[in-house]
Structures are given as structure tokens and as C-alpha cells.
């Protein structure tokens, strides 16, 4: 498999002249996701976890709705990228024909694809999942987070998600992409993987807060998603009507709550 972390050659020029050396950038390579031989999307991501990418993508995209319904799993290496190669057990096959469709992701875009307006605006699977979380809790996660990020350390350039376990308190997981929903996609399949209750705990991303990643977090029934950047507008009605509740802003002292307080069991001794 390709590294996720390439040396790319550069020259760097300062006030006082210039000089030549290389920098640490993040490889970015077309991933195609096939079911039963037929291209369902092409998403440009990082070349690292791929076989979680292809679950995540499988159940944040509902096709499945467990890892049980994917008969194979094969990450096959091409020329340019790779091929997801996944063949469905009968009764997906038979749906994900008749609702078919083909897109090309760009790392940055999260909804490629919808034909409609009222498909982007469909409401979230409601998330009734009850939770208690310390804002110290909060706190402690976010700082434990930079650690986990070993590409981001290099290079600068990559989004993480990750996923605290109340039960354990700490992280069960942790992913990353150049795409913040690819890395989120990249954790879903992880937990989904070891068999991990999401409910049990609340994922923590690096990035701003778009609609995207409220659905896929509603998809698989996590209460809470905190993230370091402020949410989009419909990202926060989305976070509203799916019950989750939405940390944004979030720092390792502070962080602010817009949807659904009642999950954040004290408040922090800030003004």
C-alpha cells in the first residue's frame, strides 16, 4: 500500500534569500468503492485504512446496515489509486441496484451526488441514545487528542476523528484523511469492526462541523459529536432535529454547546 505521507521537493524563500529542501505533504489518491463490480462513488482520500473507509462508507452511506452484509472485502492497488471491491449478500445487492448512483468526491465535498435538494435536506435518523458527560471529560479528550494524529504531526494537513469511550475513558479509535467525512467514514468502519457501541461515548473531530458529519454520525446512533472548528448553520439544524448533541468550538479549557445541552452533566467554570 502506498504511504499516506509523501516528500515533496520545494524551495523555501525568506526575507533574506531562499533555499532548496523538501516538505512532508499528505498523499491524496482516488479511492473507487465497487459493489458487485459496478462503481457506486469515487472519493479522493488518504491511502491508509482503507478497509475501514470501505465499511464506514458502506454504513454511513446506509447500502448496509451491517458489516455481516458484505459477502468480500478486497482493497485492490491500481496504477493511480485503489479499488474497494466489496460483493453484497443478495438482498443489498438487490436494493443498492434499484437506488444506484455514480459520483466523484473531491476531498472537501460531502454530499456529491444528490440528485434532489429535498434528498440534502432529508432529516437525520433520530438518535435516542441517552449519555452523561463530564465537561472535564470534554476537556481531556480533546487534549489527548493531538497525540493520536501521527500524520497531522507531519504534515500539517489532515483532518482526524476519533472516538472516546465513556466506559474505557479513552479513545477507542482514531482516523485520518485528508477529508474530514473520510475520516469520520475511516472511524465508523473501525468501531464497526470491534464491535463498538457508539452510543457509548462521543466522537471528536478536528474540523468545522458540516452537515455531513451530523448524518453519519446519526447513522450510527452516537449521541454527541464535538469538533474544534464552529458548525454550519445546517449542520446545527440537523443536530437538532437528529437529538445530538452538537461541541464546537471545543478547546482543552473551553468549549461552547448548541444543541441538546442536557448530555454535558456539569457546566465549565467559564463566563
Known sequence: MRSPVIRAKRRLIGAHGGAEG?????AEVPIALTYDRATYAVMMASPADLEDFALGFSLSEQIIQTPAEIAELDVVEMPRGYELRMALKHSRAAELESRRRRIAGPAGCGLCGIESLEAAIRPPKRVEAKLAVPSATIFTAMRALDKFQVMNAET?????????????????????DVGRHNALDKLIGALARADADAAKGFIAMTSRVSIELVQKTAVIGCPMLVAVSAPTSFALEAAEAANITLVA???????????????????????
Do not use: C, K, M
Open 156 to 176: 500539517h494537513a489532515v483532518h482526524a476523528a476519533g472516538f472516546w469511550s465513556l466506559e474505557a475513558n479513552r479513545y477507542a479509535a482514531v482516523r485520518e
Open 22 to 26: 523538501e516538505r512532508s505533504i499528505p
Open 249 to 271: 468550538v471545543a478547546r482543552d479549557d473551553s468549549f461552547e454547546v448548541f444543541t441538546h445541552r442536557e448530555r454535558i452533566s456539569q457546566d465549565a467554570h467559564v463566563t
